[in-house]
Each structure stands twice: as C-alpha cells, then as structure tokens.
C-alpha cells in the first residue's frame, strides 16, 4: 500500500477571494503582518499498488481528470 498526498493550490494571478477572507479575518482577531494568503485543498490517498511508478501516474491522471481545474490550478504529489 502507498500513501499520498495531492496538494491543489490556485496559480499565480489567479483571484483568490477566499484566501482575502482569510487574510482580512485574520487581521481583524488582531494578527498583523499578514498579507498574500492563498489557499488551497489537500488529499490524502491510500493506493493500493506495490509499484510507487504506476500510483504516480495514477495520481497524475486524477488530479487532470478530476482533484484540480489546471487551468487555474496547481497540483503537487508527495509520498509518506
């Protein structure tokens, strides 16, 4: 079994309003110094496969086929 972690973040100069929500909250329970949050979603995974190759390529296509929008969206793929 192999464990995975998909990372999707917004691209750069993509409108991030929720991540200016975030930013102006934060600011309001009176942390200063905060500016330019984005944020972004993560999945975790358990594949069920010995060959750490073919769960890359399978990850890869789940996150063009379904966890990201890459046309606005970044995505990254780490293992445990």
């Not at 991540?19 to 995974?45: C, M, N, P, Y």
């Not at 966890?67 to 969206?73: F, K, P, R, S």
Request: proline share 1%; aromatic share 4%; with cysteine.
């Amino acid at each position: 079994m192999i464990k995975a972690r998909v990372t999707v973040t917004l691209k750069n100069g993509v409108l991030d309003p929720q991540g200016k929500a975030i930013e102006g909250a934060l600011g309001a329970l009176g942390f200063d110094g905060i500016g330019q949050v984005r944020q972004g979603k993560v999945f975790d995974l358990q594949i069920e496969s010995a060959d750490k190759a073919k769960a890359e390529e399978d990850l890869k296509a789940m996150c063009e086929k379904l966890l990201a929008n890459t046309v606005i969206e970044n995505y990254s793929i780490s293992f445990a």
